[in-house]
């Protein structure tokens, strides 16, 4: 059991929403689309579902040439971020909707409620109708529909979005598992790069309507292909500052250099180095300083977000602990090397950071 997208493309009012297309998904697999808002992610998932026909491409399920076919013909099942449940309906009745569609036995249907509805936690709320619930009850009574439905493809647009944080966290472990047995192939849009992680299986990061990588997550986190794919998979986004490669060394200004990765010809480059690599200390003899100006502090709980200004670069560093720390004071900034992703001046990786080849 496959999906295939062949060169599909998207135009709505003139504008690009998906620009062309290839993307091959596997059943079993947990497929995760990745990107900003607006980045096409919710219009690559209405083309698999049947919702949208595409301008150019075709759509391929279970080696059959599905493209214009109707979205009821095609076994899809579509949870989205703002729940949808039949209002009139109890949370029963909703769950078992799908399968009273398909015509299963009431034993069947009895069976597999009951299941999904332990899954999600509503066991005591069967009898209640939706309007009685909170949203996150909401939304668990949709995904346990999803869940009944039995889907070839299950398509899911942010579905945690409007849940709490201690039930989104349980849900994020407990999805996969929920969801493998069925060998289904599952869709997951969300705007976190730790959700795309936490979820695992494999991830298509998105900016603008193009898939810039697909392939294992923990892969295009590591070796992203380029600086846009690193942007996207780095929450705050990947910090950059250009250099300059001569003889070898690695110049980054402020009188501060690091040997060359090899095969880097001379020449302008950008490096990329992630939020929770930048720290206010020197934690070993390789790590270089720049000095920043400190422009805001975001103390989260257990960390600080520090926004520094850097030769003009906005940079975002991720430090553990609580950092009083006045804006407008000029601080130090340490890096190490071994974090650190070298691109070429048109963004193309050139070399990964030495700590991801070594994981």
Sequence with gaps: ??????????????????????????????????????????????????????????????????????????????????FINYPSMTVYDNIASPMRLLGKSRDEIDRAVRQAADLMRLSPMLDRKPLELSGGQ??????????????????????????????????RAEIPNIFKESGSIFVYATTEPEEALLLGGNVATLWEGRVTQFGPTPSVYRKPVDATTARVFSDPPMNFVDVTVRGGTVDYGDGQS?????????????????????????HTEAALEFGCDLAVTEITGSET??????????????????????????????????HVYLFDANGVLVAPAPYAEAA
């Design 305 to 338: 977000f520090v926004h520094l200004d850097h030769k003009g670069h906005r940079w975002v560093g991720l430090v553990h602990g609580v950092r009083e720390l006045t804006p407008g004071t000029r601080i130090s900034a340490f890096l190490d090397p071994a």
């Design 258 to 282: 690091a040997p060359a990765p090899a095969g880097a010809a001379d020449g302008a480059y950008r490096a990329g180095f992630r939020p929770n690599h930048i720290d206010l200390a020197r």
């Design 138 to 171: 909401q939304q668990r009574c949709a995904l346990a529909r999803a869940l009944v439905k039995n889907a070839g493809l299950v398509l899911l647009d942010e579905p945690l979005a409007n849940l709490d944080y201690k039930l989104r966290e349980e849900l």
């Design 1 to 82: 059991m496959t999906l295939v997208l062949d060169g599909v493309s998207k135009m709505v009012d003139g504008q690009v929403h998906v620009y062309p297309t290839d993307l091959t998904l596997e059943a079993g697999t947990m497929n995760v689309l990745l990107g900003p808002t607006l980045s096409g992610k919710t219009s690559l998932m209405r083309l698999m579902a049947g919702l949208d026909v595409p301008n150019t491409g075709r759509i391929v399920w279970q080696g059959q040439d599905v493209t214009g076919m109707r979205v009821q013909d095609r076994g899809v099942a579509m949870v989205y971020q703002q």
